[in-house]
């Protein structure tokens, strides 16, 4: 049996899995989610988990923003992960010596290009702050640090100044160009047709996505990036991050794995549990129906529902759970059926007549509409009263 059943329908990434790159933003823009912050033990045990699940690229964090965190960094970038690890600079001489001070493999250096950011927040020229990107990028490769330059704001920001800054920080020596939707303000359509223009106009340097989720698009706005010719794409795990958080890396990696059939070649089997650990660190709680880590997304109630799944769970469900180390549940209520309830009465060793299972079946929706839970104990005394009925 397969372990996914999708859309037949669904198109092919016709892409090379070795170049592309998930970058995970979980300790940098996710911990920057009003409210978050992780000591040493938890970064570092949510870098080790990531690094296990194969991620190539981690943003540790942003060493500008205290002693603490520069330290906290450095002592992570000690460990022997197979990730490359990368710090957020500013286009900031300084901040580029508070990276190299970490001992990380890269940065990435960003500055606000659109013209609401210049006007309101850096009051600087578009010309400006193009200058202070490229003596950034030109610092930093001096010191060989990998470079990925960030245009804040890029979705915001006009075409023909997006294509002439990145084009120029392709020539400084940028290894990648980022496209960050600050504001989660594109669609799928403009993302496409934005890396696709980008793409047009550089020569080797990669292009990478960083969306956020402020309209629920982040996922797609970056496979549509990826689409147009991106090759980087930035997650968080749980969705973590400034406002409405950015790409979860679990349904960005599931989406990627069972949708769009691509081998990632990633240990998904411990996605489950790193969104828990993410859960526990940052205190951010999932909903219990969180596309693909939510706890209760396997869980089966209706009659129909709990059938399909008892004879193949792929009626039912898009992939086998415990590929990513969740599980499957059957839950009782007001919409359970009979061969459910069956099942888990002869499972516990009970047999009873086809009247009796329909007096259970009832007993159990009349509780659960009556507003009463069915656990385990509740099931067993709903049981023992219909067979003492009989007596
Ligand atoms: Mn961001």
Redesign the pocket.
């Known amino acids: 049996m397969s372990w996914k059943e999708v859309c037949p329908y669904n198109p092919k990434l016709n892409i090379d899995v070795e170049d592309l790159y998930i970058y995970d933003t979980t300790l940098r ?1 996710g911990e920057q989610t009003p409210g978050v912050c992780f000591n040493l033990e938890e970064k570092l045990n949510i870098a080790r988990k990531l690094d296990e699940l194969g991620i190539k690229q981690i943003e540790l964090g942003f060493p500008a923003v205290s002693d603490r965190e520069r330290e906290i960094i450095k002592k992570i970038a000690e460990e022997d992960l197979n990730a490359d690890l990368l710090v957020l600079s500013r286009a900031l001489k300084e901040d580029i010596d508070k990276a190299l001070y970490c001992d990380v493999d890269g940065i990435i250096t960003f500055i606000a290009t659109s013209p609401l950011h210049l006007k309101y927040k850096l009051h600087k020229t578009i010309n400006e702050v193009e200058e202070m990107g490229m003596k950034a990028i030109e610092y930093a490769k001096d010191h060989d640090l990998f470079v990925a330059f960030s245009a804040e704001d890029a979705t915001r920001t006009p075409l023909e100044d997006l294509i002439r800054i990145h084009k120029n920080a392709e020539s400084y020596g940028a290894d990648r160009v980022h496209i ?1 939707d ?1 504001t989660g303000s594109s669609t799928p359509q403009s993302m496409y047709y934005l890396c696709s223009e980008l793409k047009k106009n550089l020569k080797k340097a990669h292009i990478g996505v ?1 969306c ?1 989720n402020d309209f629920g698009f982040a996922v797609i706005n970056s496979i549509y990036g990826v689409m147009g010719g991106a090759r980087a794409i930035s997650t968080t795990v749980n969705g973590l ?2 406002r409405a958080g ?1 790409a979860p890396l679990e349904e960005v990696v599931m989406a990627l794995m069972v949708l769009y059939d691509l081998d990632l070649k990633l240990n998904i089997s411990l996605l489950k549990e790193l969104s828990k650990m993410v859960e526990e660190y940052s205190k951010v709680s999932l909903p219990v129906n969180k596309a693909i880590v939510g706890d209760r997304v396997f869980y089966h109630e209706s009659g129909i529902h709990v059938d399909g799944v008892l004879e193949h769970p792929l009626t039912y469900e898009p992939f086998l759970p415990e590929k990513i180390g969740h599980n499957r549940g059957i839950v009782f209520g007001k919409h359970s059926g009979c061969s459910a309830v069956d099942r888990k009465l002869r499972n516990m060793g009970i047999e009873v007549s086809k009247e009796d299972l329909l007096k259970i079946v009832k007993k159990i929706k009349d509780t659960k509409e009556k507003g009463e839970d069915i656990e385990e104990e509740v099931f067993k005394k709903i049981v023992k009263e219909v067979i003492k009925e009989n007596k």
């Open positions: 823009d960050a600050t960083h956020h991050g400034e950015n």
